[in-house]
């Protein structure tokens, strides 16, 4: 389990750290400026067409990878964090307030935190709210824990009730991710990190390949499945 890069991904320890390596010199805390372009707490406009919405800073595991580390999680001997003032569901309201008068947004990253921190009565209600906005057309809830804690992407496609498509992206390793994803009812699944991988180790042809592996293990895992179309993956192959 020490040794399971899942396990180094998700729940780093101290043990880990390399302390021969030093921070890169431009790292800061928000190292993508988040907070500096909030136009309401907690919500990032950068771009024209697209927000991030901070619904809640925290997270269920404190992955070793946080770019928002400066606002997920407590305060720590040597940081003091930064803070949401505003009360939960005021400030989830005024998120919705500045959506509704911004026709040129349509696409709304809901992040944190995590969202699988979030009681889901309190979610769907701001996706609901979110959906009935007309220039909305893009919602994509980014977690990571989802994928990291098992959850699986099921409840979200419940929950849209086919209002929209589900997408899985993150945690997409093996050609068995993307069986259970479009089982649990996503249309498809991005993939991120491999590609990156395969192209650090081999160039264009690492992507190329990383590619043909992975679709070769999607074609065992189906053919195990006993599914020989991708139409054909449904919610019956997975565990009651
Ligand atoms: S919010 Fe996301 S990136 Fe940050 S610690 Fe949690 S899982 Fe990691």
Known sequence: MYADPVRRYMLPVFSDRRTDWPSHPYATRDSLHEHD?????GLTHRYPTKVLAELLPTCPQYCGHCTRMDLVGNDVPQVEKLKFHVPQKDRHGQILDYLRR??????????GGDVANMPWPRLEDF????LEIENIRDIRLATKA???HGLGAAGVVEAVDNRAEVYVDGGVRRGVDVVKALAMGARAVLIGRPQLWGLTLGGEDGVVKMLAMLRAELELAMALCGADAVAKIDRALLAP
């Open 37 to 41: 372009m909030w136009v309401a707490e």
């Open 127 to 130: 996706l609901t709210r979110l």
């Open 102 to 111: 911004s026709p040129s947004v349509r696409d709304v990253v809901v992040s």
């Open 146 to 148: 989802l994928i990291g």
